[in-house]
């Protein structure tokens, strides 16, 4: 079976440092990968998707996601990170329709 | 569009209580799906749905029932809520196909005492 690991629980920035989300999976082939974000209170939300092609996605709100085959990974990156940017991020392996969640990475941004 | 909706957004049960979680969705999406999420835990897999009148198991899925009689809705049954099933509940939504993706509602949060 599928399994997604962010080993990052609790991550803090300073507004408009960089910003990168690790998250590694196991799956015998190469699954299709997502990010997602919640904002407090709220549901999650899509930032970008992997499912072929170019290995380096670009998402919304300037995230963008490089997949690296060799290292099971999927981390997610931004240059300069926004108060906005506070929330909980979940990485997600898509398998047989179903998705299966990592346990999330909440980020703290300090100004 | 109103995208995926849930109701309630807040509920407590007792033990034993029934209830059911309701979920709607009116972008004629052929897949739904329901997921819990506990601190820790990320969210897990409760039941999912590929079309009406076609269910099946996810991760975690006893002590809730689900059934599909149209495209559009998606309910949760909890027949007998018990402690462990206090939780928040997100309903979910896409058109089929793995690399399509899934819209969530806002989310019911459940507390059983």
């Known amino acids: 079976a599928q399994s997604v690991t962010q080993p990052d629980i609790h991550i803090t920035v300073s507004e408009g440092a960089s910003l990168e989300l690790r998250c590694n999976y196991s799956y015998g082939a190469t699954p299709y990968l997502f990010w997602y974000v919640q904002s407090p209170g709220q549901g999650l939300q899509l930032l970008l998707k992997?499912?072929?092609?170019?290995?380096l996605v670009q998402g919304i709100k300037g995230f963008e996601a490089e997949f690296k085959r060799s290292q099971s990974s999927f981390n997610l990156r931004k240059p300069s990170v926004h108060w906005s940017d506070a929330a909980e991020y979940f990485c997600a392996v898509g398998v047989n329709e179903k998705l299966t969640f990592g346990t999330g990475t909440r980020l703290t941004i300090i100004p | 569009n109103a995208g995926v909706t849930q109701t309630p957004k807040f509920q407590v049960l007792k033990t034993g209580q029934s209830m059911t979680l309701q979920c709607a969705q009116d972008m004629n999406h052929e897949y739904m799906s329901w997921y819990r999420q506990d601190p820790g835990m990320g969210l897990r897999l409760i039941h999912y749905?590929?079309?009406?009148?076609?269910?099946d198991q996810g991760e975690v899925p006893n002590g809730y029932n689900v059934s599909r009689s149209t495209t559009e809705d998606f309910p949760l049954r909890l027949l007998s809520a018990a402690p462990s099933q206090t939780s928040v509940y997100f309903c979910a939504s896409g058109f089929r196909g793995q690399a399509n993706e899934q819209f969530f509602g806002p989310g019911t949060r459940l507390t059983v005492l």
């Open positions: 749905s590929v079309g009406a009148g076609i269910t």
């Open positions: 992997y499912f072929s092609g170019d290995t």
